[in-house]
């Protein structure tokens, strides 16, 4: 016992020791920039990519690894209740109410990791990164002063994966029929900041013989209840819209191929309502919600201790979320990417009022861990948070975000996607 105890308490201590002290550059730029022309991405592409890539990895211990992946199995869980539904989509508009055959693919977990362990920051349904990190897994050197391993898969087997996460999307569907044809879809995606990332998509499914697409939606058109890209029939859409119930104009075509099952999307409004709504993590941090919903006692431990207190923002609690202001993030209800969200110590008495009028939640304020990094030969701290890419509630792939600043952003020198080694 005492044996299991001290191991424990090295290997924790040994990963925060390696993020705050350990200085490596664990990326291989060069085997990396072979890596991504193998993928015959154009070169101004490939400039851009530098930006997305940290040149260092962050190190969870197996104490952590193991938090996260029971964190995951609860929210599963507890999701795939018919209880929790039934709140969940409540306060979903009338698409999400559409049944679902899929799981969704590319969830992501986003964590804060303290002395107590991963807490959940939030949950998002088309979270990227996922090809760019298992591209930057090919071109990982040892660090010098630490034995770690990926969680995970190599990249080779990771991207296979992704290819039978699709696979299985349309077979759970389709059944037996032939996958021929993905089309990526997002507004204009070409100018996206991500667009790498398609390309990589685009040449992962290719090599894989599935026919790929990278689409406008208002370039769809639905023909005698077939989705086409011009001549070109599709399948399966893999969804990066932010548009979460595809109420924009431009949305249109392919809201009614979902409505009219001529196409398999995937993540769809249904995920989105479950899982990435920010006021469906007031339900599962709350006890009395939970065993509401018939969780069970180990999976509400689980999630009391690591979601942290989440509340609705209303006018009747108005006056002690702005007393409690300085403890408490505050994020729109169906945001993304940090758009529109606060932290309470920096909102002003405007700000407060336009959170007052929106549809916000209040979140108990977890500050990111930090990560020692060379920047221009000068020891800095960056913030980061890590990022659990998941399908059908398991893990496929860690990744950390390195950044500087309220919320992750691309714009910190130094900082992007890490990958992330569990310190032995």
Same mark, same amino acid.
């Given at each position: 016992?005492?044996?299991?105890?001290?191991?424990?308490?090295?290997?924790?201590?040994?990963?925060?020791?390696?993020?705050?002290?350990?200085?490596?550059?664990?990326?291989?730029?060069?085997?990396?920039?072979?890596?991504?022309?193998?993928?015959?991405?154009?070169?101004?592409?490939?400039?851009?990519?530098?930006?997305?890539?940290?040149?260092?990895?962050?190190?969870?211990?197996?104490t952590?690894?193991?938090?996260?992946?029971?964190?995951?199995?609860?929210?599963?869980?507890?999701t795939?209740?018919?209880?929790?539904?039934?709140?969940?989509?409540?306060?979903?508009?009338?698409?999400?109410?559409?049944?679902?055959?899929?799981?969704?693919?590319?969830?992501?977990?986003?964590?804060?990791?303290?002395?107590?362990?991963?807490?959940?920051?939030?949950?998002?349904?088309?979270?990227?990164?996922?090809?760019?990190n298992?591209?930057?897994?090919?071109?990982?050197?040892?660090?010098?002063?630490?034995?770690?391993?990926?969680? #995970?898969?190599?990249?080779?087997?990771?991207?296979?994966?992704?290819?039978?996460?699709?696979?299985?999307?349309?077979?759970?569907?389709?059944g037996? #029929?032939?996958?021929?044809?993905? +089309?990526?879809?997002?507004?204009?995606?070409?100018? #996206?900041?991500?667009?790498p990332?398609?390309?990589?998509?685009?040449?992962?499914?290719?090599?894989?013989?599935?026919?790929?697409?990278?689409?406008?939606?208002r370039?769809l058109?639905?023909?005698?209840?077939?989705?086409?890209?011009?001549?070109?029939?599709?399948?399966?859409?893999?969804?990066?819209?932010?548009?979460?119930?595809?109420?924009?104009?431009?949305n249109?075509?392919?809201r009614?191929a979902?409505?009219?099952?001529?196409?398999?999307?995937?993540?769809?409004?249904?995920?989105?309502?479950?899982y990435?709504?920010?006021?469906?993590?007031?339900?599962?941090?709350?006890?009395?919600?939970?065993?509401?919903?018939?969780?069970?006692?180990?999976?509400?431990k689980?999630?009391? +201790?690591?979601?942290?207190?989440?509340?609705?923002?209303?006018?009747?609690?108005?006056?002690?979320?702005?007393?409690?202001?300085?403890?408490?993030?505050f994020?729109?209800?169906?945001?993304?990417?940090?758009?529109?969200?606060?932290?309470?110590?920096?909102?002003?008495?405007?700000?407060?009022?336009?959170i007052?009028?929106?549809?916000?939640?209040?979140?108990?304020?977890?500050?990111?861990?930090?990560?020692?990094?060379?920047?221009?030969?000068?020891?800095?701290?960056?913030?980061?948070?890590?990022?659990?890419?998941?399908?059908?509630?398991?893990?496929?792939?860690?990744? +950390?975000?390195?950044?500087?600043?309220?919320?992750?952003?691309?714009?910190? #020198?130094?900082?992007?996607?890490?990958?992330?080694?569990?310190?032995?």
């Open positions: 016992m005492n044996d299991k105890k001290v191991c424990k308490t090295n290997c924790d201590s040994a990963a925060d020791l390696l993020n705050r002290a350990c200085f490596c550059k664990t990326l291989n730029r060069a085997e990396l920039l072979v890596s991504l022309q193998a993928q015959a991405l154009p070169a101004e592409v490939l400039q851009h990519l530098e930006q997305l890539f940290s040149h260092t990895a962050v190190f969870i211990s197996p952590q690894w193991q938090q996260l992946q029971r964190l995951v199995h609860a929210i599963t869980r507890v795939a209740l018919s209880a929790y539904q039934q709140a969940a989509l409540a306060k979903a508009p009338a698409i999400a109410q559409h049944a679902s055959t899929v799981s969704g693919v590319f969830m992501g977990f986003d964590f804060h990791l303290n002395e107590s362990g991963p807490q959940v920051i939030e949950i998002n349904t088309n979270a990227g990164g996922g090809f760019l298992a591209i930057l897994l090919s071109a990982q050197t040892a660090c010098c002063n630490a034995a770690g391993t990926f969680p #995970q898969l190599l990249q080779p087997q990771v991207e296979s994966e992704f290819v039978a996460m699709f696979k299985r999307e349309w077979q759970l569907a389709r037996d #029929q032939t996958l021929r044809c993905i +089309a990526l879809v997002d507004e204009n995606p070409s100018a #996206q900041f991500l667009y990332e398609f390309l990589l998509a685009q040449s992962v499914f290719e090599r894989a013989g599935i026919k790929t697409l990278i689409v406008d939606p370039e058109s639905l023909v005698d209840g077939k989705l086409f890209y011009q001549q070109q029939m599709i399948d399966l859409v893999y969804n990066r819209l932010t548009d979460f119930s595809l109420t924009q104009p431009g249109a075509v392919l009614s979902y409505e009219n099952n001529a196409i398999v999307l995937t993540p769809n409004p249904r995920h989105h309502a479950l990435a709504d920010k006021r469906n993590l007031v339900l599962l941090s709350d006890e009395t919600n939970l065993r509401e919903f018939g969780t069970s006692g180990d999976d509400i689980t999630l009391l +201790a690591g979601i942290p207190r989440t509340q609705l923002v209303s006018a009747d609690n108005a006056e002690h979320l702005w007393q409690e202001r300085k403890h408490l993030f994020k729109p209800a169906t945001g993304y990417g940090s758009k529109a969200a606060y932290r309470g110590d920096k909102i002003t008495k405007r700000v407060w009022d336009e007052l009028q929106g549809d916000y939640v209040a979140q108990q304020q977890i500050p990111p861990s930090e990560r020692g990094i060379l920047v221009d030969e000068q020891e800095i701290a960056l913030k980061m948070d890590i990022r659990a890419y998941v399908y059908a509630g398991e893990i496929q792939l860690l990744a +950390a975000r390195l950044y500087q600043g309220q919320t992750t952003n691309f714009r910190t #020198q130094g900082g992007g996607f890490a990958p992330v080694f569990v310190a032995e």
